[in-house]
T-cell receptor, first 114, second 117 residues
Framework: NAGVTQTPKFQVLKTGQSMTLQCAQD?????MYWYRQDPGMGLRLIYY???????DKGEVPNGYNVSRLNKREFSLRLESAAPSQTSVYFC?????????????FGPGTRLTVL | EDKVVQSPLSLVVHEGDTVTLNCSYE??????LLWYKQEKKAPTFLFML????IEKKSGRLSSILDKKELFSILNITATQTGDSAIYLC?????????????????FGQGTILTVHP
């Protein structure tokens, strides 16, 4: 099992450009999440998907959109990137039945917006 | 608004010391509290606590939850340089009071632990 995978690992954008961060998990998890991590601020939830076909806003959704393409994949889109979106982005997933063991995180995408 | 506060924000100790990391929270419809360790990359899961007073242990790490006072502590005994990391606390809510559905996690700022040889 690869667990949670994210692409790309690094990205540099210019202000106003758009891009999609991809996330996939092969653990048959129901719930998937997108976080951003900035120095001194921990992890902040952008959007999450409790199950296939549903998405909900987290703490900092402005400037982002998501798509839960199927049970495996959950993508995050920046329509018009801004320097304030420079951050490290983590995708996570978890099982939501039986004995839950917390969220499993992907390796992260380091995004710089110039 | 759900809130998680960790203290201290950073801590420097020497190998062999014992450390206690704190996490206090305010959350609507509490479901669980989780601890993660983050080294260079993604956070890795340590513990999930749902009931007060039941200590979770894994080797030199242990954690306990107090749902009445709304806090948790993470203890690390006989610290090693490999324990150097950011330790993150998160609380999970449930969408409905008394429900068991999974909600979202709110993370604290993290505690940066540095263990010197």
């Amino acid at each position: 099992n690869a667990g949670v995978t994210q692409t790309p690992k690094f990205q540099v954008l210019k202000t106003g450009q758009s891009m999609t961060l991809q996330c996939a998990q092969d653990m048959n998890h129901n719930s998937m999440y997108w976080y951003r991590q900035d120095p001194g601020m921990g992890l902040r939830l952008i959007y999450y998907s409790a199950s296939e076909g549903t998405t909900d806003k987290g703490e900092v959704p402005n400037g982002y959109n998501v798509s839960r393409l199927n049970k495996r994949e959950f993508s995050l889109r920046l329509e018009s990137a801004a320097p304030s979106q420079t951050s490290v982005y983590f995708c996570a997933s978890r099982v939501t039945s039986g004995r839950a063991l917390g969220q499993f995180f992907g390796p992260g995408t380091r995004l710089t917006v110039l | 608004e759900d809130k998680v506060v960790q203290s201290p924000l950073s801590l420097v100790v020497h190998e062999g010391d014992t450390v206690t990391l704190n996490c206090s929270y305010e959350v609507t419809n509490f479901r669980s509290l989780l601890w993660y360790k983050q080294e260079k990359k993604a956070p890795t899961f340590l513990f999930m606590l749902t009931s007060s007073g039941i200590e979770k242990k894994s080797g030199r790490l242990s954690s306990i939850l107090d749902k009445k006072e709304l806090f948790s502590i993470l203890n690390i005994t006989a610290t090693q340089t490999g324990d150097s990391a950011i330790y993150l606390c998160a609380v999970e809510n449930t969408p409905n009071a008394g429900g068991t559905s999974y909600g979202k996690l709110t993370f604290g700022q993290g505690t940066i632990l540095t263990v010197h040889p």
